[in-house]
């Protein structure tokens, strides 16, 4: 029984996603294992041992390694009972042609799905400055912006996206109002660094479109905005928010370029920033966060400003895009999952001359064991990106004096660096994090987290009666790793989809375990899940490639797991060039219960040794 459950699980639960990286055909079963123990900032390279922390390969840690009694126990527990789970809950993703977005946002559908365009999506947005999109005629009878909705939702992103997808199925008489900053309807983040760059069809591009891992092309919004309810200013009704009555009744009311200045969460209303007010019933704050700048930035003069840039929206995507139609050399700071994404799409995907500058060692310093961002870090510099490590910037000026923008092919700018270095270059890009946006929440007398910033909210994610906080800006409680804030699209999503449900009277707790996935070049795509932090303690389990598939003088990283280690625990995993895996690292993560000495059998789950081929293939 375990045997048939186990092989149902692997060969029918995760569909695996061919990339670049990994065709879609056997490979060869590899006969060996390379593991790694490291501990936080060191280094132990020994291959072929399991686990040894020293270099004569004896074990100093005072469990041994594999208890096999245990092991068989906690293995076959895990197969009958998580997988017995696993298989009664789970519901296939919905067919793109059927459900689309209206759907449930399942784990798998939302593990590495970063556009969610619905079937029934108008694909007509024109290629027209952003802020035209909201300027369509008024037709027919107009309504004023009313004194009083039900749900209100402050913030334009994927939260709230998945929050009225939440209220729509549990209350679909609801009227909802959303009011955003940006000029566009709800849209998905993550292929601004990722997909968006690789689309060769540049109309496809300017007309925020792009091609998929699966060869599809993609809308960027998850609906147009002919799916909502448009609330604007009008010449012909002076400074008063209206909308077309002749749009669909019951479709959200987009309130889109307007921010909320105060919310008052006794009398439950809250003042936009042109003084009007509105009453709301529930009130979700899905406000993300905004990008940090260097402290050198605030200074620097106008004409250079418009060429050091942060990236984090639509907005910062197409002023970058229109930037690496003309630059030669752009600089990216920053070490991170997006300083890095962004700087191979830049050097792979635009063939631009890159540089890339971080305080850290390596990239990804702060998420990977160091000698797997070492590997990382070499990658990225043969994919074409010069990695300029342990330097910070210190001072952006024009290349000659006094001089006036005229074209990024000039050279304007001249990087200067800690150790005395100058970088010439036409563009600089800032993506060194984000701050969460707490300011109307601290205006309110709500609870902001010091330590890890955002809201705090209890298990039902609600920071006060009737106030509801989702995504990058919500701080949480997880029952199994402690007080978190979780800055990812899946995060987002399940956390949005989770406090409009509860918004419409359940009371269910936030117990997702959010994941993320990365893109770095040909050869590195990961999935991630739990508590990824390069200070824990981690245990790496590699397959070893075959003799006749490379050379054994240097490392290679193909396919592998990392097990990251609190108190013995496993917290959190990376799933490193194994696609489809990541469902069942997340029930690892979930149990809470497996530790160091379970390893090798839990390894043995992922199958890492050799590729499944997909249906397709």
Partial sequence: MLQQLAGRLLTQRWALRPTSS????????????????????????????????TSSGQSEHKVPPFDQTEQVVSFASFLLFG???????WRPSPVRGDAGNDSTPTLDSLSRTASLADSHTQESLPEAPLTSLLNQPLTGEVLPLAEYYPYVLVGGGTAS?????????????AEILIIGDEPLPPYSRPPLSKEMWFTQDQAKRRALRFTDWQGREQPLWYHDISAYRLVRTHPDHGTALVYSAQQTTKAPLLLAEHRVTDLDVEKQIV????????????????????????????????????????????????RLETTADRAKHIVVVGG??????????????????????????NVLHNLLPRYLAEWTTQLLTKGGVK????????????????????????????????NGDVVEADHVVQAVGIEPNVTLAKRAGLETDTTHGGIVVNAELEARRNVYVAGDVASFHDVLLGRRRVEHYDHAAQSGYLAGKNMCGARDAY???????????????????????????????????????????????????????????????????????????????????????????????????????SSSA
């Avoid at 962004?342 to 971080?358: E, F, S």
């Avoid at 490590?389 to 050279?411: H, K, L, M, W, Y």
């Avoid at 490392?555 to 469902?583: A, H, K």
């Fill in 22 to 53: 990994i065709q879609p055909t056997h490979r060869a079963v590899r006969s060996a294992y390379t593991y790694r123990w490291t501990t936080p900032n060191q280094r132990v390279t020994q291959t072929l041992r399991r686990y040894s922390s």
């Fill in 83 to 89: 997988g017995t789970f696993l298989y009664m809950t």
């Fill in 161 to 173: 996206y998945h929050a009225i997808r939440a209220i729509k199925e549990h209350d679909p008489e």
């Fill in 271 to 318: 003042r936009l920033d042109n003084q009007q007010v509105v009453r709301y019933g529930k009130i979700l704050l899905a406000t993300g966060g905004t990008p940090r700048e260097l402290e050198l930035a605030e200074d620097l003069p106008e004409n250079l400003r418009e060429q050091v840039t942060t990236f984090r929206d639509v907005r910062d995507y197409q």
């Fill in 336 to 361: 991170g999952l997006l300083g890095s994404e962004l700087a191979y799409a830049l050097a792979a995907g635009r063939k631009l001359r890159v540089t890339q500058v971080l305080p850290e060692t």
């Fill in 387 to 418: 990695v300029v490590t342990q330097q910070s910037v210190t001072n952006i000026r024009a290349a000659t004096p006094g001089s006036q923008p005229e074209s990024a092919d000039s050279r304007q700018l001249r990087v200067e660096l800690s």
């Fill in 511 to 613: 117990t997702h375990q959010p994941m993320f996935w990365s893109d770095l070049g040909p050869n590195v795509t990961f999935d991630a899940v739990g508590v990824i932090d390069a200070s824990l303690h981690t245990a790496s389990v590699w397959a070893k490639p075959a003799e006749s598939e490379g050379s054994t003088h240097s490392e290679e990283y193909g396919q592998g797991l990392v097990y990251y280690l609190r108190d013995s625990r496993i917290v959190g995993m990376v799933v490193w060039n194994l696609p489809g895996r990541i469902e069942l690292a997340r029930q690892v993560v979930l149990r809470g219960e497996f530790r160091y000495k379970h390893v090798q059998g839990l390894t043995r789950m992922f199958n890492i040794h050799q590729l499944e081929t």
